[in-house]
């Protein structure tokens, strides 16, 4: 079945710096990707999203970037704040479902002031 | 501005209860989702629904039910509470047929004793 692979699970970082998080997925026919930030007892929220006919999204200090002859996408966030630090989870559509989405094991983001 | 709203944040049951977890959104979304979040497995979805009186199983739906008699709402139901559905449980829903993005509900923390 579809699948989605994302790494690392943990990622510390020192404020200031960027921090990458990479995600791979198995159906070729998915067609959408989008970003979901979770901070600690809250709901998880759409931070950005990229369809496939798009290579780089970008919005202020967040971008995603979508291989999809690798089937891969990245999160990227330059100039961490201690503010980003959250769980971060990357999904992609499946295909012939009418809006269902696979989603990632997610990515525990801790910032260092 | 899309709100999805869940009946409660914290739940205690015994094992053997019947337990309702209900789910409302008030943008007139055609998708409604169900899912378990577990540390370290992400989002599972359990059941989801694409329209009144219809609903589909997801990648868990054993020891779960659902109910959708209206648009807004989306009811789980767990028959007979097991110590095992422990877990945080998480409403979602998107607009429309292929409409993606889904919103998250602040989710439901259930505790099976």
């Known amino acids: 079945g579809e699948n989605v692979e994302q790494h690392p699970s943990t990622l510390s970082v020192q404020e200031g710096d960027s921090a990458v998080i990479k995600c791979t997925y198995s159906?070729?026919?998915?067609?959408?990707f989008p970003w979901y930030k979770q901070e600690l007892g809250k709901r998880p929220q759409l931070i950005i999203d990229i369809r496939s006919n798009v290579g780089e999204k970008k919005d202020q200090r967040i971008a995603v970037t979508l291989n999809k002859t690798a089937k891969h996408f990245s999160l990227h966030i330059t100039e961490t704040q201690p503010e980003d630090s959250a769980v971060y989870f990357c999904a992609a559509s499946i295909r012939g479902s009418q809006g269902n989405l696979i989603f990632g094991k997610g990515t525990k983001l801790s910032v260092k002031p | 501005d899309v709100k999805v709203t869940q009946s409660s944040r914290y739940l205690v049951k015994r094992t053997g209860e019947k337990v309702f977890l209900e789910c409302v959104q008030d943008m007139d979304h055609e998708n409604m989702f169900w899912y378990r979040q577990d540390p370290g497995l992400g989002l599972r979805l359990i059941y989801f629904s694409y329209d009144v009186k219809m609903k589909e199983k997801g990648d868990i739906p054993e020891g779960y039910s659902v109910s959708r008699e209206k648009k807004e709402r989306f009811s789980l139901i767990l028959e007979s509470a097991s110590t095992n559905q422990t877990s945080m449980y998480l409403c979602?829903?998107?607009?429309?047929?292929?409409?993606?993005?889904?919103?998250f509900g602040p989710g439901t923390r259930l505790t099976v004793t």
């Open positions: 159906d070729s026919a998915s067609n959408y």
């Open positions: 979602a829903s998107s607009l429309q047929q292929s409409s993606y993005e889904q919103y």
